[in-house]
């Protein structure tokens, strides 16, 4: 309905589409936009989907914002899936984190909790503690600072630990 009233809208006044664009987002969803909404409630308990839609668009952002990113070959495709650092399954390995599930609850799905990680890595690093999957176990061919390519876990290799407060600051 949203698209279809924008588009309707915007052929009837083809001059002012930005403005028209903006008036129906505001209309449509701008409670969700305001900042106070976006801190308090979508990025603290964020959906998978929509997780991965943010930090993509971050790692585009700070991409751009780096000088050499129109040099890049390969260039950011979306190969990506999402990794809760602290897992989803936190029992075996995280108990010094969370007391309990309630807590692991509140922490796991800020978006400061979640990274893009490529499917195999993934799937291999899963309910690992946070230094084995920075750093491995010396078994594993697959851990988060050998394949940082992203902007988003370069800045996570430099973690010693992953904790609530390191969630709370990355959200």
């Known amino acids: 309905k949203f698209v279809a009233k924008l588009?309707?809208?915007?052929?009837?006044?083809?001059?002012?589409?930005?403005?028209?664009?903006?008036k129906?987002?505001?209309?449509?969803?701008?409670?969700?936009?305001?900042k106070d909404n976006i801190e308090e409630y979508w990025l603290n308990c964020i959906s998978n989907k929509d997780a991965t839609f943010i930090?993509?668009?971050?790692?585009?952002?700070?991409?751009?914002?780096q000088k050499d990113y129109k040099d890049r070959v390969v260039g950011l495709n979306f190969i990506y899936t999402l990794e809760h650092l602290a897992p989803q399954d936190w029992e075996e390995n995280w108990k010094d984190v969370f007391k309990d599930d309630d807590e692991a609850y509140e922490f796991i799905y800020k978006i400061g909790?979640?990274?893009?990680?490529?499917g195999r890595l993934n799937s291999a690093l899963r309910n690992s503690t946070?230094?084995?999957?920075?750093?491995?176990?010396?078994?594993?061919?697959?851990?988060?600072?050998?394949?940082?390519?992203?902007?988003?876990?370069k800045e996570l290799v430099?973690?010693?630990?992953?904790?609530?407060?390191?969630i709370e600051n990355r959200t």
């Not at 129906?24 to 305001?34: A, P, R, V």
């Not at 946070?130 to 876990?153: H, Q, V």
């Open 55 to 65: 930090l993509f668009w971050i790692e585009l952002f700070r991409e751009y914002k």
């Open 7 to 22: 588009i309707k809208d915007i052929k009837e006044n083809l001059k002012n589409s930005h403005h028209i664009i903006l």
């Open 130 to 153: 946070w230094d084995k999957k920075i750093n491995g176990d010396g078994k594993a061919k697959n851990f988060i600072s050998k394949y940082a390519d992203l902007e988003l876990n």
């Open 24 to 34: 129906q987002i505001k209309k449509s969803y701008g409670k969700n936009l305001q």
């Open 113 to 118: 909790n979640m990274t893009l990680l490529k």
């Open 158 to 166: 430099k973690k010693p630990k992953w904790d609530k407060k390191e």
